[in-house]
């Protein structure tokens, strides 16, 4: 027999054949994943398909409780996402395909208890794809694990935290914001003293 995908859309297709094919190597594995080998496309721009080699753990990680973690980095990056076996095919444009090798490799960082925290540089927040909430401790102990997650879902987006670190801090050029007496200041440093920051 022969399933017939109908759609004007060839990235529907695509996905739609991809789901199909997830779906069965679930029951049968390897049935279609032993066929993929991993490749990625960066020079291509136009519609085409990368596939990245996970372990088992990383598989399932990515795909989270009934597929929710994938569909979180699959909205969020603009680009159709299935997880074959141990392997994530992602389906999209070469920017599309990127923010989600991006995207994978930041939510795997997360694996083993980090928290939804991870250690990138200050440039990431001039991404085009970031937007930034400076928080406080206490307005960011209100948004646990679940919180997080219908923000993630009801807005289509992948959210984790970024701690800078003190040298980022308290380098000359950033703005502090200083709270005494029921006032709020906002301070630029100016200088730094001691080799520690």
């Given at each position: ?41 960066e ?20 795909s ?22 141990s ?12 923010r ?37 401790a ?42 005494r ?17």
């Amino acid at each position: 027999r022969f399933l017939l995908f109908f759609a004007l859309s060839e990235r529907s297709r695509a996905l739609a054949g991809l789901r199909v094919m997830s779906c069965v190597d679930t029951k049968i594995p390897g049935h279609f994943s032993n066929g993929l080998s991993p490749a990625v496309h960066e020079d291509e721009e136009g519609l085409s398909t990368d596939i990245i080699e996970l372990r088992p753990d990383q598989a399932s990680w990515a795909s989270g409780k009934q597929g929710a973690t994938r569909r979180k980095v699959q909205a969020a990056s603009g680009c159709g996402i299935e997880i074959v076996g141990s392997l994530a095919v992602c389906v999209g444009t070469g920017e599309e395909r990127a923010r989600a090798r991006q995207y994978l490799r930041w939510l795997l960082d997360q694996m083993g208890g980090g928290g939804r925290c991870l250690s990138l540089d200050k440039s990431v927040e001039t991404r085009e794809d970031v937007s930034v909430v400076q928080l406080e401790a206490s307005e960011r102990s209100f948004l646990d694990h679940e919180a997080i997650s219908a923000v993630e879902h009801a807005s289509g987006t992948f959210l984790f935290f970024r701690e800078p670190p003190v040298s980022e801090v308290y380098a000359p050029g950033a703005r502090v914001l200083i709270r005494r007496g029921g006032r709020t200041l906002t301070a630029e440093v100016a200088e730094v003293e001691g080799s520690d920051g």
